[in-house]
């Protein structure tokens, strides 16, 4: 039987700066629902700064445990570490930024307690403090996930979300070279309900989320469901070929009434080079899919751990 109740997971990246006062505010909420464990993924930062932080806090304070990644691997891999790291009864996943106020993690608890039945439960932000484009991306990833993932249409995905452990050990059993924890949640189990939560504006640093970030994102989140894509290129095919016979007909019936045939090699020239870039760009999107089937069969891992801090033990590894 696991000592620890819950377990606060918390993907590090160049937050250095922020990662004590994020203990001290974690441990005041989280006091009454002792035992409890922080465990923070430094997702190798660029500055030594974070992890030398979380090194000191883990000797600091016996609720903390630090892990350091081998190479950098994105915020769901080492989301996914910490998951596969806890020992809580229930996990609970947040940001490092304060955008997920500590504060609000015992609306996550109570809610759980009052909904033994939950997979997971997730924060649904009342006033969502990102940037515009930043919002509109959430907008657009949250109508894939929709569309894809048959999610229902009241929830609201996001990071901040509390799971028991039975549902974590299946969480991490899928082994997706490319891991979405959001899609992957709602594509698992319909036992899901939002909680509304406080959502507060990044304090430290800048945010990760670029808008290729956010493109590459969405992009993937597609791939990982379907082939539309490819259906898109498909269809757009038979469009373009069905269109072309018209076009061959009805210039063969002009030249057959004595037309004088087709003028105008500018047109031709932005036609061949229109269609010329679609092509590219289907096989660019065949190449995704190669790709992934790749990253899928040489079975590579997600991450590598490179030392642990903290623990029951207060060894490190």
Same mark, same amino acid.
């Given at each position: 039987?696991?000592?620890?109740?819950?377990? $606060? $997971? +918390?993907?590090?990246?160049?937050?250095?700066?922020?990662?004590?006062?994020?203990?001290?505010?974690?441990? /005041? $909420?989280?006091?009454?629902?002792?035992?409890?464990?922080?465990? *923070?993924?430094?997702?190798?930062?660029?500055?030594?700064?974070?992890?030398?932080?979380?090194? @000191?806090?883990?000797?600091? &304070?016996?609720?903390?445990?630090?892990?350091?990644?081998?190479?950098?691997?994105?915020?769901?891999?080492?989301?996914?570490?910490?998951?596969?790291?806890?020992?809580?009864? *229930?996990?609970?996943?947040?940001?490092?930024?304060?955008?997920?106020?500590?504060?609000?993690?015992? /609306?996550?608890?109570?809610?759980?307690?009052?909904?033994?039945?939950?997979?997971?439960?997730?924060?649904?932000?009342?006033?969502?403090?990102?940037?515009?484009?930043?919002?509109?991306?959430?907008?657009?990833?949250?109508?894939?996930?929709?569309?894809? &993932?048959?999610?229902?249409?009241?929830?609201?995905?996001? %990071?901040?979300?509390?799971?028991?452990?039975?549902?974590?050990?299946?969480?991490?059993?899928?082994?997706?070279?490319?891991?979405?924890?959001?899609?992957?949640?709602?594509?698992?189990?319909?036992?899901?309900?939002?909680?509304? $939560?406080?959502?507060?504006?990044?304090?430290?640093?800048?945010?990760?989320?670029?808008?290729? &970030?956010? +493109? @590459?994102?969405?992009?993937?989140?597609?791939?990982?469901? %379907?082939?539309?894509?490819?259906?898109?290129?498909?269809?757009?095919?038979?469009?373009?070929?069905?269109?072309?016979?018209?076009?061959?007909? &009805?210039?063969?019936?002009?030249?057959?009434?004595?037309?004088?045939?087709?003028?105008?090699?500018?047109?031709? +020239?932005?036609?061949?080079?229109? *269609?010329?870039?679609?092509?590219?760009?289907?096989?660019?999107?065949?190449?995704?899919?190669?790709?992934?089937? +790749?990253?899928?069969?040489?079975?590579?891992?997600?991450?590598?751990?490179?030392?642990?801090?903290?623990?029951?033990?207060?060894?490190?590894?």
């Amino acid at each position: 039987m696991s000592t620890v109740k819950y377990s $606060v $997971v +918390i993907p590090c990246y160049a937050s250095a700066s922020g990662l004590k006062e994020l203990v001290c505010r974690i441990a /005041k $909420v989280m006091a009454q629902y002792e035992p409890f464990e922080v465990i *923070f993924v430094n997702d190798q930062s660029p500055d030594s700064e974070t992890w030398g932080v979380i090194e @000191r806090l883990a000797g600091e &304070y016996g609720f903390v445990r630090g892990i350091n990644l081998l190479y950098n691997v994105g915020q769901f891999r080492a989301t996914l570490c910490g998951l596969e790291n806890a020992h809580g009864e *229930f996990v609970i996943t947040m940001d490092d930024d304060f955008q997920h106020p500590p504060e609000e993690l015992s /609306k996550l608890i109570e809610a759980m307690k009052q909904n033994p039945t939950m997979d997971c439960i997730m924060g649904k932000y009342v006033n969502k403090l990102h940037s515009p484009w930043r919002n509109l991306g959430s907008r657009l990833m949250q109508g894939i996930i929709g569309s894809l &993932y048959n999610k229902p249409a009241h929830l609201v995905t996001t %990071s901040f979300r509390i799971m028991p452990v039975s549902f974590v050990k299946t969480l991490v059993l899928y082994r997706i070279a490319s891991p979405q924890l959001g899609p992957l949640i709602v594509s698992i189990t319909k036992r899901i309900m939002n909680v509304s $939560v406080e959502h507060h504006a990044r304090k430290n640093g800048l945010s990760g989320y670029s808008l290729s &970030y956010a +493109i @590459r994102e969405t992009f993937q989140s597609i791939i990982n469901a %379907s082939v539309v894509p490819l259906r898109v290129f498909s269809l757009l095919g038979f469009a373009t070929a069905g269109v072309a016979f018209l076009f061959g007909i &009805y210039y063969l019936t002009r030249w057959s009434m004595g037309g004088t045939g087709v003028a105008g090699f500018t047109s031709l +020239i932005l036609t061949i080079s229109f *269609f010329g870039g679609m092509l590219l760009v289907g096989i660019g999107v065949l190449g995704e899919y190669v790709g992934r089937l +790749i990253q899928e069969v040489t079975g590579m891992p997600r991450y590598e751990v490179q030392s642990i801090v903290g623990g029951a033990d207060g060894k490190d590894h």
